[in-house]
C-alpha cells in the first residue's frame, strides 16, 4: 500500500520520512491536564496542569473566559497526591473562593487565596499520611471532607476524614474498608455520601455507595443504597440541588446513569433511548473522575463512551431525552476531573480533537451550543494535513481459545504530504498496548504517536480483551486469561491488518508502558515469530514478585486477572510463573528496549533488569532507567529521551 503520491512530494522509505513533529513538541512544549474546577459565584476557571519542563510540578492555574491564564498556585508547591499512588482530586474550591489542595513534597493540605501567595497550612503535616479527594462544608467552610491514606503502619490504612480547619483537628467518620473515595456533603451539609471497596475487588469489579446523616462533626445511620461486592460497580455519587443522588453503576452489564430520590430505597434507571450499550463511567483509577454533571434538577451534561470513543450529551433526568452536543470534533477525556458546571447553562471539559491535542473548553448551551477555547495543552504550529486519523477498527480473534469473539483497535496510517513511498511497498507497524489492563485508547490526537505516523510507520492502538470503554463482559472476558487473550487479540490484530494489505507483517513492533508492558514482553515471548522489535516501559516481567511488592491498592488486582475462582495456593504458584515473561525470556527472537524509572512504587526497576536475562539467551536487549521518574515519565528531559530512543529502537529494527 502505497500513499498517493503529490506533485511535490519526495520519495523516501515508509519510516524514514522527515517529520515536523519533534520530540520537544512532546516534552517541553505539552502540558498534561488534570483537573478543572470552577468558583461559580465568581465564575472563576481553575486548571491543574502538569509541566514536564518543570520536572512534573503540577501547577493550578486561572483560565478564566477573558482569555488570561495567570499561575495562581506559588512556587514550591505541587498540587498533587500519591493516595492509592495514582492521585488525583489534588484540590478543590469553597464557596468563598479559596483553593484547598495536597502539596505532592510535604503530604500537607493547605488554604489558598487566589492572588495571593499565602498558603496556609490547615494540618500538622506528615509524610507519610496522604490525603485528597476534598470536599468542602456548604456552610462551614473550616469543615473539609478528605480521603485518608495512613503509611505509618506495615498495611496502609485507608479512611475518610473530616479536616478541621479551625482547629488543625483530623476526625475519622469513616473507617475499616481497604478504599474510600467520592467523600461529598449534600447541598444543605445534612447528609454524606461516599464510595467503599476491599480487596480483591477494584474499584470496577464490585463497590458500595453509602448515605449517612451529618451532624455535630460526626456521621450517623450510615446504610448501603447501591453496590455489591464483586458483581456491581458504583462510580461518581452527586448530589443534585434537591438533596436526591445521581450516580453511575453497571448492573446492567453497561455504566448508566440511576437517579435516587430522598427518602427512596430504589434508584431508577435514567433510560436514554438508544444509549443503554455505552458507559457513562469508566475504571476510576484516579480519585475525582466527573463524566457527569448536574446543571440543574433535570438537566446534566454527560460524557459516554462507546466502543471505545468519548462523546458529550445534554440530557434531562425527567423526561429520559437526550441533546448529542456535536461539538467540532470533541473527543471529551475521560480520566480525572476533567467536566465540571459553571451555571444552569454552561459547563468546561477538557477534551482534544483527531486534529488538535488535549485542550480546556467553555460550554455555552443556553441559546444555541457555542465552544470556546481557554486553553490548549501543546501550543504547537503544524499544519493540520501532517496528522493521521485514527480509525476504529474490529477483527476476529484467529488466535487462542476464544475464536468466536472480536476485538478492536485505533489504525493510524503512515500520513505526511511531503513523501510517498516507493510504490509496491508496505509501511512498518507499530503495535501501541494501553496500560491498565482495565483501560482504553482515545482516538484524540496524541503527539506522541503522530510522531511516528508522520515518519511513516502505521500505528494500531489495541484494545484487547479486558478494555473499558466496551462494557462489563468485554472487561470481563480477561478474567482468568491476562497474558493469554489479551496476547491472542494482539496477535490476532497483526494478522487482521496484514490481510487487508495494510502493513508489511515482516516489519512489526510492539511497545507499551505499565500493563501494555507486560503485555509488551508476553506478546515477544508467546509469539517470537510475528515480531522485529519491542519497547517495554516500565512493564510487568515476574508476576509473583509483582505481587508481593506493589502497592495496597494493586495488591489484589492479580487476582481476578490470572486465577480461577477456587484456585489452590500450588495452582496460583505455577500460573503465576507461568505467565510471566521472565521465565520465558529464552522465547524471545526480537531485540527489547527497557526504558524504567528508578523510583517506580508500582512497577519495581528490579522488573526490568531482571529482563538483562534476554543477553543470556544470545538475545539483543537494552535498559534504560530514568533518574527520579516514577511510574510514568513526567520529567521533559526523560520524556524527550524516551522518544528518542524508542524512535533509534524502531529505525534499528523495523527499518531493516
Known sequence: MSLKASSSSTAAPYGKWKSPITADHISAKSLSFQEVRVHEPTGKIYLLESRPAEEGRCCIVDCSTDGQHVDVLPKGY???????????????????????????????????????????????????????????????????????????????????????????????????????????????????????????????????????????????????????????????????????????????????????????????????????????????????????????????????????????????????????????????????????????????????????????????????????????????????????????????????????????????????????????????????????????????????????????????????AGSSGYGRAYRERLDGKWGIRDIDDVASCVSYLGSTGKIDQARVGVTGGSAGGYGTLQSLCRYPSMWAGGVSLYGIADLKTMAATTHKFESHYLDGLLFPKGASHAEKEKLLKKRSPLFHARAIKAPVLLLQGTEDKVVPPDQASDMKIIESNGGDVKLVLMEGEGHGFRMGENIKKAILDEDDWWAKTLLK
Open 78 to 464: 505541587s498540587a498533587r497526591t500519591g493516595v492509592h499512588e495514582y492521585g488525583g482530586a489534588a484540590f478543590t474550591i469553597g464557596m468563598n473562593g479559596d483553593i484547598v489542595f495536597a502539596d505532592w513534597e510535604t503530604k500537607g493540605v493547605y488554604s489558598l487565596s487566589p492572588g495571593t501567595d499565602d498558603c496556609i497550612s490547615l494540618l500538622d503535616a506528615d509524610p507519610k499520611i496522604y490525603y485528597a479527594d476534598f470536599d468542602i462544608h456548604p456552610t462551614n467552610s473550616a469543615l473539609i471532607l478528605a480521603v485518608q491514606e495512613n503509611h505509618h503502619s506495615k498495611v496502609v490504612e485507608n479512611s475518610i476524614v473530616v479536616i478541621d480547619a479551625s482547629s488543625r483537628k483530623v476526625h475519622t467518620i469513616a473507617s475499616g474498608a481497604d478504599f474510600y473515595s467520592h467523600p461529598k456533603f449534600s447541598p444543605e451539609g445534612d447528609k454524606v455520601c461516599w464510595l467503599q471497596w476491599n480487596h480483591p475487588d477494584m474499584p470496577w469489579t464490585g463497590s458500595l455507595l453509602y448515605v449517612a446523616s451529618w451532624s455535630e462533626g460526626a456521621v450517623a445511620d450510615a446504610r448501603v443504597v447501591a453496590g455489591e461486592r464483586g458483581k456491581e460497580s458504583i462510580s461518581q455519587p452527586r448530589w443534585l440541588p434537591d438533596a436526591s443522588l445521581l450516580f453511575a453503576s453497571d448492573r446492567s452489564g453497561y455504566y448508566q446513569l440511576y437517579h435516587l430520590e430522598s427518602g427512596q430505597e430504589d434508584a431508577r434507571h435514567i433510560n436514554l433511548r438508544g444509549l443503554s450499550d455505552v458507559e457513562f463511567a469508566g475504571p476510576e483509577w484516579m480519585l475525582g473522575m466527573c463524566t457527569y454533571v448536574s446543571l440543574s434538577r433535570d438537566k446534566v451534561a454527560a460524557i459516554y463512551t462507546k466502543n471505545g470513543t468519548e462523546s458529550l450529551i445534554l440530557a434531562d433526568l425527567k423526561s429520559e431525552t437526550f441533546t448529542d452536543l456535536r461539538l467540532e470534533g470533541l473527543i471529551p477525556a475521560l480520566y480525572g476531573s476533567t467536566l465540571c458546571r459553571v451555571s444552569d447553562t454552561a459547563f468546561v471539559v477538557i477534551g482534544s480533537t483527531p486534529k488538535s491535542p488535549p485542550a480546556l473548553y467553555h460550554v455555552d448551551v443556553e441559546n444555541s451550543v457555542k465552544m470556546t477555547l481557554l486553553k490548549t495543552s501543546a501550543d504547537v504550529d503544524i499544519p493540520l494535513y501532517f496528522y493521521s486519523t485514527a480509525e476504529h477498527i474490529s477483527f476476529p480473534v484467529v488466535y487462542g481459545d476464544d475464536r468466536d469473539g472480536h476485538s478492536h483497535a485505533l489504525y493510524l496510517a503512515p500520513t505526511n504530504p511531503n513523501y510517498h513511498a516507493p510504490p509496491g511497498s508496505l509501511p512498518p507497524l507499530i503495535i501501541s498496548l494501553h496500560g491498565g489492563p482495565t483501560g482504553h485508547v482515545s482516538p484524540g490526537l496524541s503527539l506522541a504517536l503522530q510522531y511516528f505516523t508522520s515518519r511513516g510507520y502505521a500505528l494500531a492502538s489495541v484494545d484487547y
